[in-house]
C-alpha cells in the first residue's frame, strides 16, 4: 500500500490546495499511467489528477483515513460521494487492528444514514457493498452483525435488499434473530427468482 501513497497528504501544485489520497487507479491500462483521487481539506470534494500534479507528505492516520471517506460520502457533489463510496469498499484493505471500534461503528451508522437518502444508484450499490465488507471480513462482533442486518431490513432500498437475501441465505441458520427469520420467509421466493435471472439458478 506504501507505494501507492493512498493515505498519505498530498498537495496538488495548481491550484495549490491540501488534502489526502484516498485511492489510485491507472488512467490508461497499456501504459499504466497513475491517477490519485484526492479528497481536499477545505472542500468536501474528491478530485482526480495525475502523479506529476502532486507532491506527496506523511502517511495520515488510518482514523483521519477513514473520517475522510465517511465525510466524503455525505458530499453534495454526485462524484465526489461515488468517489468515496468506492473507496470504502476497499477499505478493509488496511490493517484495522488498531482502529476504535467506536470510530467504527458510529461511521458504520452513518452510512446507513447516507443509504437512506442516495440517489444515486452507482453510490448507493458501492455504499452497500462497504457496509456488508465489515460483515464479510469479520470485523464487527456476531451480535453486532445481528443487530446490523436486523437495522438493515428496515430500509427499503434495492442493493440492501439484495446483499440482505445473498446473506441471509447463507447464513440464516447462524442468526438467532425472529426479526431476520421472518424477513427470510417473507422475501426468499423473491430472492430465488432474482438469482435464476441473474445466474440462471
Not at 21 to 41: A, G, R, W
Request: charged fraction near 35%; hydrophobic fraction near 35%; charge should be negative.
Amino acid at each position: 500500500m506504501e507505494k501507492t501513497f493512498i493515505g498519505h497528504k498530498a498537495k496538488l501544485l495548481n491550484p495549490e490546495k491540501e488534502g489526502i489520497i484516498l485511492q489510485m487507479n491507472y488512467l490508461n491500462s497499456e501504459k499504466m499511467v497513475p491517477t490519485y483521487n484526492v479528497s481536499l481539506d477545505r472542500d468536501i470534494k474528491i478530485v482526480k489528477t495525475t502523479e506529476d500534479s502532486l507532491s506527496f507528505g506523511e502517511k495520515v492516520p488510518i482514523e483521519m483515513y477513514f473520517n475522510r471517506i465517511i465525510r466524503d460520502i455525505q458530499s453534495e457533489e454526485v462524484l465526489t460521494r461515488e468517489y468515496a463510496a468506492e473507496t470504502l469498499c476497499n477499505f478493509l484493505e488496511f490493517e484495522l487492528k488498531t482502529i476504535d471500534l467506536n470510530l467504527l461503528k458510529s461511521g458504520i451508522q452513518k452510512i446507513i444514514e447516507q443509504i437512506k437518502v442516495e440517489n444515486n444508484i452507482n453510490t448507493e450499490q458501492k455504499l452497500v457493498e462497504g457496509l456488508f465488507e465489515f460483515i464479510w471480513h469479520k470485523k464487527i462482533s456476531k451480535k453486532a452483525e445481528i443487530e446490523l442486518l436486523e437495522k438493515l431490513t428496515e430500509i427499503d432500498k434495492y442493493y440492501i435488499w439484495s446483499y440482505l437475501g445473498d446473506e441471509i441465505m447463507e447464513d440464516i441458520k447462524s442468526y438467532d434473530s425472529e426479526k431476520l427469520n421472518n424477513y427470510y420467509s417473507k422475501n426468499i421466493e423473491k430472492w430465488k427468482e432474482k438469482d435464476i435471472q441473474m445466474y440462471g439458478k
